[in-house]
């Protein structure tokens, strides 16, 4: 017996190509999969399927976020208001040496999947240490995630001779590749300011062996460039093409001090990005030309980054960051209109990931992460637009429902994921 989920009743914004938005329309999930959707009444609703009334609701598909660092959630509010530099050096990295174990990783990014389920996101893209605690996280919780193992040229969690950082996360990815559908290993290096060319270049290369999405941090903040060992006037992206890292399985994250050339070989080498603008707000690191990038057709999907730099994983926060952002930088209000940033947030993430044949839409033979987001409480009535309500107006704790490749993790606003069913 298949098994059957319909949704009916809903607002449908399927963040297809076409964009196309049902008013009151239903969706049938079976076996974890879309196989229909349409106006009300189109599709039969099959006799032993379980029924969701979606009335009052959006029915969308779950949020991607692109950028996390699951466990430091226990860095939440740690050392807030300072530079990068001094944040990260002084601050996060002795911290880390200090409560970074097996058992912490776990427990934060346990924590961490609860957070972005409760709040919408259906799939992250995460890089960290002890990727095995993160991974076991995701698995427990049901989320959908691109788990990355961390790679630094300096000893780090689970790593204690940097010598042997990218041979940890090939032997993590080995671990990882077909466990589970849900989970993706990954390598991240963490910048080109703490990876030496030889990590970088090895560890791309691992990355491409592997067929597995490779991330780093690239331009975050302007000082970057001074940084780095042998980069001499080149730009970060300069820099790092030349050494042949940026290609189409390759995410980028922040890319704030970027230029139209920086721009032009990103796009050429067909590389996603990740946004991260309450991050780089918060860290005073600058403003990513995120219009320009749009222009240029660059993929770009949104990340909250870590919760040590946020201070949160809510999405719904950060699309309506993105959008105001932007337009208080441009001086201009049309830039970022609310329907481009919920496709940041959705089907733009799954394609910064390589993700978007299987996620990021409501779309016949796509695998069923759907949200549904109630939009009859007192702060988003009335609604002319729904994209509008759902950037400037909803908060993660709007959203009811949750489906993971089609099973229920959040139902009414309550975690029901695989552990506690
Ligand atoms: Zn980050």
Request: with cysteine; charged share 20%; glycine share 10%.
């Amino acid at each position: 017996m298949a098994n059957q989920l319909f949704i009916r009743n809903g607002i449908l914004l399927t963040m297809a190509e076409d964009s196309s938005v049902i008013e009151n329309g239903s969706l049938l999930v079976e076996d974890g999969e879309i196989r229909a959707l349409g106006p009300a009444g189109s599709i039969p609703m099959p006799a032993r399927a379980r029924v969701i009334d979606a009335a009052g609701c959006v029915v969308m598909p779950g949020l991607v976020n692109c950028h996390t660092h699951l466990p430091m959630s226990l860095f939440r509010g740690l050392a807030d208001d300072l530079p990068l530099d001094v944040w990260l050096f002084e601050h996060i990295f002795p911290a880390e040496a200090e409560q970074i174990t097996p058992a912490s990783v776990r427990k934060w990014a346990r924590h961490s999947c609860e957070e972005l389920l409760l709040s919408g996101t259906t799939c992250c893209c995460d890089g960290y240490f002890y990727g095995d605690g993160v991974a076991e996280a995701a698995l427990l919780s049901g989320i959908r995630m691109v788990a990355g193992q961390g790679v630094i040229d300096f000893p780090a969690p689970g790593v204690p001779d940097p010598k042997q950082n990218v041979a940890a996360a090939v032997e993590f990815v080995r671990r990882w590749t077909g466990r589970s559908s849900l989970i993706m290993p990954s390598i991240f290096c963490h910048s080109p300011y703490t990876c030496s060319q030889a990590t970088l270049v090895t560890a791309r290369q691992a990355a491409r062996d592997l067929n597995v999405l490779f991330q780093i941090h690239v331009a975050e903040t302007g000082a970057e460039t001074t940084k780095i060992p042998r980069c001499g006037d080149r730009s970060v992206v300069r820099y790092l093409d030349d050494l042949g890292i940026i290609d189409d399985t390759c995410l980028l994250v922040h890319c704030v001090w970027i230029d139209e050339a920086d721009m032009a070989i990103i796009k050429k080498r067909g590389a996603g990005v990740a946004h991260c603008a309450e991050s780089n707000m918060k860290l005073a690191a600058g403003i990513a030309p995120v219009p320009g990038m749009m222009d240029a057709g660059i993929t770009l999907g949104l990340g909250t980054d870590g919760s040590a730099s946020n201070n949160n994983l809510d999405l719904f926060q950060e699309m309506d960051m993105v959008s105001k952002l932007h337009k208080a930088a441009c001086a201009d209000p049309g830039v970022l209109a609310a329907r481009k940033v919920v496709t940041l947030a959705t089907l733009g993430g799954a394609r910064a990931l390589g993700l978007d044949r299987k996620i990021g839409s409501l779309t016949r033979g796509k695998r069923a992460d759907i949200i549904l987001v109630n939009l009859g409480k007192p702060h988003l009535v009335p609604v002319y637009d729904p994209f509008a309500s759902l950037v400037h107006g909803a908060k993660g704790s709007d959203v009811t429902h949750v489906i993971v490749d089609g099973r229920m993790v959040v139902e009414n606003g309550e975690l029901t994921g695989p552990d506690r069913s």
